[in-house]
């Protein structure tokens, strides 16, 4: 990624890197929880597509329930705890593949500021199809949630 541009707004309905590939799109995670062509709202699938929007072609990342991202390291991808522009940040649940605590949740790192706070944006199932946040430099994300690290 030559020149970084966040993106702090909502991407449009008719872009591809948001709509199922079924459905003509270009993403593979599933269907959103509003259904249509969309993968939102869905935050790994708002993050699977924001990454081929970064990249301009496909990618390795995981297809799976955020909690399972980190993980994941079939896909080749550098992780760490460190954040950087366009990383994915990962967030897990209680227990990793425990169907009834969460999935966790992945966001992507938009802004990184001076006191160590990021911005990310993101997408939630069954919440809304996209928002940002400014996270503190311990990048907790609500009570429940377990910070895992940076792809």
């Known amino acids: 990624m030559a020149t970084y541009t966040p993106r702090l707004s909502e991407p449009s309905t008719s872009d591809l ?8 799109g270009y993403n593979y995670c599933i269907i959103g ?51 950087k522009l366009g990383a994915v940040i990962c967030w897990s649940v209680a227990t990793i593949d425990d169907g009834t605590d969460g999935a966790g949740h992945v966001a992507i790192v938009e802004k990184i500021n001076d006191d160590g706070s990021i911005v990310i944006s993101q997408s939630g199932w069954e919440s809304s199809r996209f928002w940002t946040q400014t996270l503190n430099s311990s990048y907790s994300y609500g009570s429940s949630y377990k910070f895992q690290g940076f792809i």
């Open 17 to 24: 890197n948001w709509i199922h590939y079924s459905l003509g």
């Open 33 to 83: 929880s509003n259904g249509g062509n969309s993968v939102l709202p869905n935050c790994t699938g708002y993050c699977w597509g924001r990454w081929r929007e970064l990249l301009g072609e496909y990618h390795n990342l995981s297809r799976g329930n955020a909690e399972k991202w980190y993980l994941y390291t079939e896909d080749g991808y550098e992780r760490g705890q460190t954040p």
